[in-house]
């Protein structure tokens, strides 16, 4: 492989405009194919075969409702109560919306306050009839009774009205059983519409219309289900309803319609690029070397994500998605350029031909940038074991954009190396002779055994929050304070109640039909018993089948989606029995959604870290021909994970510094962070530890002892390793302040990774610990080594072959 490297990087520099130009063909094929083939982003997540997507299922099945739904808010400037011109504009302004394709209806909140008091005051009006009619009747059938008793005494009067007493007698008798059937038929009406008032009396808390009257909630109700409704029916709704907004009326729109995905790329950003650009030129004090590896990663992940995102047209794609390629690509694409231009500068420095060196840096280098990029790519594929398509399909793209970095680090950057020549040294440097430096004394191993106690206690501290992890996904509570998503939500849950904004959907399926006298008390029992299960607000009945034996609720939690009491509300009402026939509750929703997604997520991660660390155990060992450094890498990494993940629920969650990072409303930590956070930091980790260890490797390999190796190869690789993990924090925390806020924990909880991960695991802890195991770090069994490929990640058989002109093998 590195003989490889070596003759790609010395032909990429020797024809550096044709390799170039290459890359620049194939970055315009990309743009193109994302131009004419890119579809719809998506900011909804779906798991199939969830709970939630079976009671989905049902109610399209047996309602024939399956489109997603998104709220708009209006609401007075002023605060004052909405007037009768404003009302009317609201209304006009939704019959435009319901015209748009694509709108399956909409729900005007005025028509449905009016709706339900009609309904209210014709449910009053029907009892009242029901006993007038029950009064009269009941007065007649009290008089037939009395004359029918005196018609069939003895003795009586024969004269009497039909001439024939036993006619008399029969006359009263069916007059009789006729008021006793009206009768009858008025009690069964008076219980149907005692049970309706009462069904409706559960549903009196589900407003439209504020109490105060200067707010309103319209629904709009589309014709597909939220992960395909495109961003420019959307656009077209909020466009409407802003243009025909009444004077003195603002409108705020749900994070289902204005969570927009369009534009990947913030002002954080480019200041994270900007950042990681500056410490480049701080580390080579040049400006065309610190260039190089950001003109590659440029070109790299434009290639990357714009051929993941020309897929969205075909295959259903988060928004999330082509950031984390964007993220990835940027970050390893900078390092990996890094380690290839540091190792070309030294070279070149000592004394090396520019050609000859620019191949011998492609080969070691690039040769361990190679390898860094399998235990990457390792860790991203095998998000695909999880089962979960969103979530396979962002490591597989980030996969790519990785692999696609890799590429571009070692045929791009050799080519634009050979265009900058002698200048990718200060002219200081160049013709200068190369300083030579003493080899560091190893560490004290008191040093060790305190480095290692402070570091553990350090991160055991920081990870602390991680036992209080929760898990779900980003609502409008989360988003910007200045945005309108979180303008609605908060309108919302002043208004209307928290639970308003993360409504259930419940259904009841029974083993046999209803009889149409059976309906509403089934209704009714239903209703109480969820009721009765606590944190509910309201249940209101939504729909029933034709066949009647499939009943569906809306219900309205005391608490937002991602509270903790709404969660155990859906645990509670999926274990209710409320019939008492065995037959459970089906529940379904954002919340519910949510839910099940963080369940079947949080399921998945042990499986996940048992494929990852195993498969990146096992290129360690064959790297460094050793079982005790890939074990002592991979339990520092498991620190660095859950340092990360405190950190990022002490932000998130717990709301600790939510200012600074622009958390409004603490809530649950995003549900597929800690599996992304796993596969890209255990990567990422590994990283810095094969250029650490390469580093001591070949020191040991020329006969230092292990402990010297251990402080020679720190020594020699730290500089790069601290720039590199520089870049990746700058890098990862510009996305912390993303303008997409799924995205935000993602680089929150990977910059503060890399972090602790670079300065204190790698530089720190795993190097005492390697310094206390001395010669054994390096062991193993004689048959293992047999079986081993030597892979010779260091390149010290191309270094043999191609000395550095001050080598000892020049001299001899």
Known sequence: MATLLYRIGVGAARRAWLVITGWLVVLGLAAGAFLMFGGTLASSFSIPGTET???????????????????????????????????????????????????????????????????????????????????????????????????SAPGADPGAPGGDPATDVDSLTTQLTEVETQ???????????????????????????????????????????????????????????????????????????????????????????????????LMFRAVLPALVPVVSSLVGVGVGVAGAMALSGVVEMSSVTP??????????????????VNRHRTQVRAGMDVRESIGLANGTAGNAVVFAGATV????????????????????????????AVLVAITLTPALLGLVGV????????????????????????????????????????????????????????????????????????????????????????????????????????????????????????????????????????DGPSSESTEALVHDLRALDVLDTGSTLGVAGFASGNIDISERLGETLPLYLVVVVGLSLVILVVVFRSLVLPVLATAGFVLSLLAALGATTAVFQWGWLGSVFGVNEPGPLLSFAPLIITGVLFGLAMDYQLFLGSAMRETYAHGASARAAVSAGRHQSRAVVIAAASIMVAVFGGFTFSHLTMIRPLGFGLAVGVLVDAFVVRLLLVSAAMHLVGERVWWLPRWLDRLLPNVDVEGAALERAHPLPSSPEVAD
Do not use: W
């Open 53 to 151: 997507d079976r009671v989905g299922s049902a109610l399209e099945e047996e309602l024939g409702t399956s489109g997603a739904t998104a709220n708009v808010v209006f609401h007075t400037e002023d605060g004052a109560p909405l007037d009768d011109a404003q009302r009317q504009g609201i209304s006009d302004a939704l019959a435009r919306v319901a015209e748009l394709d694509g709108v399956e209806r909409v729900v005007d909140p005025f028509v449905t306050v009016e709706e339900m008091t009609l309904q209210a005051e014709d449910l009053a009006a029907q009892l009242a009839e029901n006993e007038t009619s029950t009064t009269a009747l009941t007065t007649s059938r009290d008089q037939l009774q009395s004359a029918l008793a005196q018609a």
């Open 183 to 281: 009768l009858a038929g008025l009690a069964v009406q008076a219980d149907q519409l005692t049970l309706g008032q009462e069904l409706m009396s559960f549903a009196s808390e589900i407003r439209t219309v504020s109490q105060d009257e200067s707010t309103a909630i319209g629904i709009v109700s589309f014709e597909q289900d939220a992960m395909t409704v495109g961003q420019d029916l959307k656009d077209a709704i909020m466009t409407t309803l802003d243009a025909d907004a009444p004077d003195g009326v603002a409108v705020e729109f749900s994070s289902q319609l204005a969570a927009s995905v369009d534009g990947i790329v913030g002002p954080g950003e480019i200041v994270g690029l900007v950042v990681a650009a500056l410490v480049l030129l």
């Open 323 to 340: 950031v984390l390629g964007l993220m990835l690509g940027l970050a390893v694409g900078i390092d990996y350029s890094l380690f290839i």
């Open 377 to 404: 790519l390792v860790a991203l594929l095998a998000l695909n074991v999880s089962g979960i398509g969103f979530l396979g399909l962002m490591g597989t793209v980030g996969a790519a954009c990785v692999l696609i």
């Open 423 to 558: 200048r990718v040294l200060r002219r200081s440097e160049r013709g200068a002779a190369p300083v030579a430096h003493a080899a560091p004394a190893p560490m004290r191993t008191s040093r060790a055994v305190t480095s290692i106690v402070g570091g553990v206690a350090l991160l055991a501290v920081m990870a602390v929050p991680a036992l209080e992890m929760r898990l779900g996904l980003p609502d409008g509570a989360t988003e910007s304070a200045d945005s309108t998503q979180y303008r609605a939500y908060a309108l919302t849950a002043e208004q209307f109640g928290a639970g308003q904004n993360g409504a259930l959907l419940v259904t009841a399926s029974l083993d046999e039909p209803l009889e149409e006298l059976d309906v509403l008390p089934t209704q009714v029992a239903i209703a109480q018993a969820i009721t009765d299960a606590g944190d509910v607000v309201a249940v209101a009945p939504i729909g029933i089948s034709d066949d009647a034996d499939f009943l569906a609720f809306q219900v309205v939690p005391a």
